[in-house]
């Protein structure tokens, strides 16, 4: 059975912002049927930030588009709190053709702000990602920090209560990422949202998350999960980050190659 | 959800000049710009040139073929004497409203087929047929329909220009980036409100160049209907050819030429061309060198 309910009242603290049970979403039909994700239980809290870490083609991009409402799962039970959450993917998607501030609007205007209202809004959200003086600029005369910015700013616009985000930072260079990281943590720690953020990268996943969700490939299933009680903010070349790091990195390998030998196996 | 206001001002916030500024680029880009106005002109020149040979090859009589010169002449007289203003004022006039019902036709049809999936598959085999077919073959239904009058002109303009604008909006439409409606719709965009705000922003340069492919069509049709079609008291760019042939004028014949051959230049560069690049630059496409 599939349930998906977008507008849920979250009146009881136990509600997390987004349930998953039993979730599973298969690709092609019959005989060539992928199984992408496998029977998937995941709850995200309130105001956590939760990291799902994976090899490519783990399926955890399929994941955060069901959640998305993107894609529909083949089964399961799939609930987000506080409607449609906001969505963050690795090229910014910032509309071309508009400047910095018409894309911030573009949320507000299909939620039906009032034009003062979003102008407001639309300051204070670029002075948050550090944009204020760029309102006018168009994407192509932006960086790609900044257009990852401005499309952070886009989100956050959608006044969601979670946030997803799809190897946002995946393009950028090690140090502009760096910036970035702080720049999240600092917007997430701030704004209290819900986050659901996709990577590949270990270390990343080791600087940002609450609890870190790992996934293992065809079929992508929750191999195991980590609770990260490291101070914030947090630096990513900390020893604790480190750590953390190199021992996801070794279950990442080993969930990898367990992959590989059953592949092996069936070949 | 309240949000504060950090004060931070980071440095890579300076690094946004954008490209087209650098100093840099900016001298091979005038050397660029200069080449683009002067390469035609020698093109022009060539063609005058070799036009002038043949004349002199002794190819054709000069009755029949005359040179560029006395061509020139001619067409200066007709310039100085108002005639080619008038003849193009009754032409253009044409051809604007023949454009102008193609545009909304074109449009509309072509919206409701990238929006409906079967009438696409419907229609899009005998649209992509429409748009293949010579006008011409449409000028004897339109003469038995509308007998010889402003109307049948119109309606063969339309059924040129109509098709290729419609197919050049649902194939400007088909190559919007999905990430685009997929951001579009989790920002709440659906239906019409995600064609008109996403789609149809991102599908807007290979509109226009289905809109520049249906003036070329239109202003093709007209011209044949012009040779066909012509009204005694309108004294059309067309009719005027058909004249000058009629009446063995071969220096006519061609200052006439010159004169479609020009407005048809004058409206792809000038009004196409332009809305063309104003549409690259703001979506920092314009690389282009002319060359």
Known sequence: MVLRERVLPMNSERDPAVRLRDLSRAHGKAEQRVLALDRIDLDVHEGEFVCLLGASGCGKSTLLHLVAGLDEPTSGELRVAGGQPAVMFQDSALFPWATVEENVSFPMEMRGLAPKARAERIAELLDLVHLTGFAQHRPH????????????????AQDARVLLMDEPFGALDALLRDRLHDELERVWQRTGLTVLFVTHNPREAARLADRVVLLSSRPGRIAQEFEVDIERPRRIDSPEVSQLARKLTDRLKEVIHATADSEALEA | MRLQTPKLSKPEARVAAPRAFDAGDAGQAQRASRLAYLS????????????????????????????????AKRLWTELSTGEVLAAAKITLGRALAGFAISLVAGTLVGITMARFGWLRAALGGLIAGLQTMPSVVWFPLAILFFQLGEAAILFVIV??????????????????????????????????????????????????????????????????????????DRPSIGARLHFARELSDPEGLLAWMIVVLSIGIVVDLVVFGRLERRLRERRGLAEETGS
């Open chain 1, 141 to 156: 005369q932006l960086s790609g920090g900044m257009r990852q910015r401005a499309a952070l700013a886009r989100a956050l």
């Open chain 2, 40 to 71: 035609p002109l020698v093109a022009l020149a060539v063609a005058i040139a070799l036009w002038q040979a043949v004349v002199w090859s002794g190819w054709k009589p000069e009755w029949v073929l005359p040179g560029p010169w006395p061509v």
């Open chain 2, 159 to 232: 059924l040129g220009a109509a098709p290729s604008i419609a197919v050049g909006l649902v194939s400007a439409v088909d190559h919007v980036p999905p990430l685009l409606l997929r951001v579009g719709r989790t920002m709440g965009a659906r239906g019409f409100t995600l064609f008109r705000r996403v789609v149809f922003p991102a599908a807007l340069p290979g509109y226009v160049a289905g809109l520049k492919q249906g003036w070329a069509f239109s202003w093709r049709s007209l011209m044949a209907g012009e040779l066909m079609v012509f009204l005694a």
